[in-house]
């Protein structure tokens, strides 16, 4: 059977999939990431697992591994590997040598990009541009069926771009950047601040009592109880949301954007307002060369099928 095998490769768990050609997945593991160890361990803990995997259903065409940081995927290198603080490493190379088939190796915002524009919410358009709204706010960026990940794989990374100068101090060091108002932890920074200037907000009850508690879900909850407090949370982050995404349209005039992570399971409560306002303020307001807004299909496997076409396309 012609497969490749796709890993997403996180600060907590190793994911991998056996991918048909097709982007169906047709096997799927998870083993926790070696925690404490060096390079060399985790290499080997993934071969193994590839080798695994090549016992039960044969050789894969390839191997893609999407990984978090900035990544040299040309050269095979993981530059800086985000929380995995690895650097500089010949990632692809080595893994290829150990587990002995052909790998190739990206950001795994990219990845996940890729998945979804092969065969999730991206399928129908010819560009679209991916945004995970996680931790932080992963992009990629396709047209024209290839992804565009600028010199030497730094680039796409819209997250960091800077919606609000001398603002919120992002994870990059620089203030006000997108990311900071517009991921899952923005959003529930922005909620816990809200229910603490709002002891009378219905969503202390939906969080029991703790504002701990509050997750991305928390305002949207609130919200649909008709929470004044919820309503001004979810309609900042709203504005700010659709300012990012203007600014992307704006630059690359993509057919589509893509929301992914957790916050994209409200679906329509999320795009049909972002839609509106960013409509609304694109250059030439949305009537031509229309951008769609529209929720991520593929979940936490979009990494997984990404990584495994990629690599099936470089093979
Ligand atoms: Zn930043």
Redo the contacts with the bound molecule.
């Keep these: 059977m012609k497969y490749s095998i796709g890993i997403d490769l996180g600060g907590t768990f190793i994911k991998f999939g056996a991918v048909g050609e097709d982007g169906s997945i047709l096997r799927k593991a998870k083993i926790p990431t070696p925690q404490g160890c060096g390079y060399e361990e985790t290499v080997d803990a993934i071969a193994g697992r590839i080798g695994a995997l090549a016992a039960e259903m044969g050789a894969p065409c390839a191997v893609g591994v999407g990984c978090p940081g900035v990544i040299d995927g040309a050269r095979g290198f993981v530059v800086t590997g985000g929380n995995l603080l690895w650097e500089n490493k010949p990632f692809a190379g080595d893994l290829s040598r150990t587990a002995g088939v052909p790998v190739c190796v990206c950001n795994d915002a990219n990845a996940a990009a890729y998945g979804e524009y092969a065969c999730g919410a991206g399928k129908r358009f010819s560009s679209m541009v991916l945004l995970t709204l996680g931790t932080g706010v992963g992009s990629g960026i396709v047209f024209g069926g290839k992804l565009f990940t600028g010199e030497c794989g730094a680039g796409a990374e819209i ?2 771009t ?1 919606l609000h100068g001398g603002g919120e101090l ?5 203030r006000g ?4 108002y517009a991921s899952a932890s923005a959003l529930i920074r922005r909620t816990r601040e809200a229910m603490i200037c709002h002891p009378e907000s219905r969503m202390w009850e939906l969080c029991r009592g703790s504002a701990d508690l509050a997750d991305g879900r928390t305002a949207f909850d609130g919200m649909r109880l008709g929470d004044g407090a919820a309503i001004a949370v979810v309609e900042a982050y709203l504005d700010d949301l659709a300012e990012g995404i203007a600014n992307v349209v704006n630059a690359f005039r993509p057919a589509a954007v893509i929301l992914g992570g957790g916050i994209s399971a409200e679906g329509e409560a999320l795009t049909l307002p972002l839609q509106k306002r960013v409509d609304a303020i694109i250059l030439g307001h949305g009537a031509y060369a229309p951008a769609a807004i529209l929720p991520a299909r593929l979940g936490n496997d979009a990494g997984l099928v990404g990584a495994a076409l990629l690599a099936k396309e470089g093979s």
Excluded: K, L, W
Excluded at 170 to 174: D, Q
Excluded at 177 to 180: H, P, R
């Design positions: 997250g960091h800077v992002c994870s990059c060091g620089r950047c997108f990311e900071a």
